[in-house]
């Protein structure tokens, strides 16, 4: 038995409540297709559905229109009223979405429609896996929401997919895209840091009172997720360090260690409103995660990412992004971004002339119009305008089904860690041994580019 996926599904292996140590479970897999640096058959105009138009899948829609080259063809969400509202969107621009709602299967009539190239994916988190994986199996490429998977079974499932059927899986991490971070990319790529040794990322967000809003989370899903102990929501601060440090292309992740705090304000908010209201009964008697989750990871090549996550604490806001190397560091958060190479921060002007230096040309091109059409900032609009251009291109993904796989896996795995005091587990090779070939990324624009964008 060469598949870990299956030898999981043998053992029943598959879900939280592992006991023992799971290392001894990673069996090594052979690749069937290597789907990193992969580009698929060129695509003129990219005809999309959307399924989920609820707080992320609307604005995703209102960003689509400002480009060309693309046909929405289905938007679904099991509430029709969401649906109208996102098909108003598109009144006047073109394109005539059919609308999908009103049944918890409807997304499966989208995915098996044959005149959609890309399925975007907007829902609640344990959809996304099977979600991906019908449309993939339909001969979709997909674009989901993080985290791609809840499980280490859903992250094989989502990498055996795509290699078998040659559909792109990209997890659509945003802040990947953010100026800053784009920035310090390309820096290390020209060697500015020397030798990384150290990164670290966070998701360090207040929004304790959304998730308790039923207005905002249909079915209080986000508080349900909350029911679990460990890193949930890695990837903003992971994504952008992982591309940093050449993960999956060049180093792979070894093992990690996780600990979380106590849950100082989740369960005392809940329990009473357990007692009041039946939309919040299954909060009876439960343990929420604690504020503050603290995972640290080593690499094959001895580098380590620090990864934290808090959604209740009131802190400000804070990704952290630090890139630490032999001969430089940046750190953007609670600060803006900033550079140094010594004991005292570069200064404005030095700031200023760094920035236009290193500036990637992504940045040049699509910039200013990114931060008018806006999405957090303008990454979102980057996000989208390369990920349709790749595809209409036939070029690779910045963000393969193996980065999706990883990235994602540290929430199952930090989970295991903290129910087992600490405890080191380690950390799958989702890519077979082809880390160490593969090429880094590459946002140069040294192909593509052709994608257009409409005037506001």
Known sequence: MNNRRDFLKLTGLTGLGIAGDWSQFDIPRKQKFNMSGYGAPAIDTVRIAYIGVGNRGTGAVKRIVRLENVDVKAICDIRPEKAEEAAQVFKGTGHAPKLYSGSADAWKRVCERDDIDLVYICTPWALHTPMAVYAMEHGKHVAVEIPAAKTIEECWQLVETSERTRRHCMMLENCCYDFFELMTLNMARQGFFGDIVHAEGAYIHDIYDSLFDKSKRYDLWRLKENLRHGNLYPTHG?????????????????????????????????????????????????????????????????????VQHDVTSPRPYSRIHLVSGTKATAQKYPLPGRVSTGHEWFSEPEMKALEEKYQPEIVRRVGELAKQVGGHGGMDFLMDWRLIDCLRNGLPLDQDVYDAALWSAIGPLSEWSVAHRSNSIDVPDFTGGSWKTNQPVDISLSKGGTTRVKAS
Do not use: H
């Not at 106590?262 to 007692?275: H, I, N, Q, Y």
């Not at 009041?276 to 503050?292: H, I, L, V, Y």
């Open 238 to 306: 992971l994504g952008p360090v992982c591309q940093v440090l050449d993960i999956n292309r060049g180093d792979k992740m070894d093992y990690l260690v996780s600990m979380s705090g106590a849950d100082f304000m989740l369960g005392k908010r809940a329990e009473p409103l357990a007692r009041q209201d039946t939309d919040f009964r299954f909060a009876a008697g439960k343990s929420f995660r604690g504020n503050m989750n603290t995972t640290t990871i080593r690499t094959q090549k001895g580098r380590t990412i620090l």
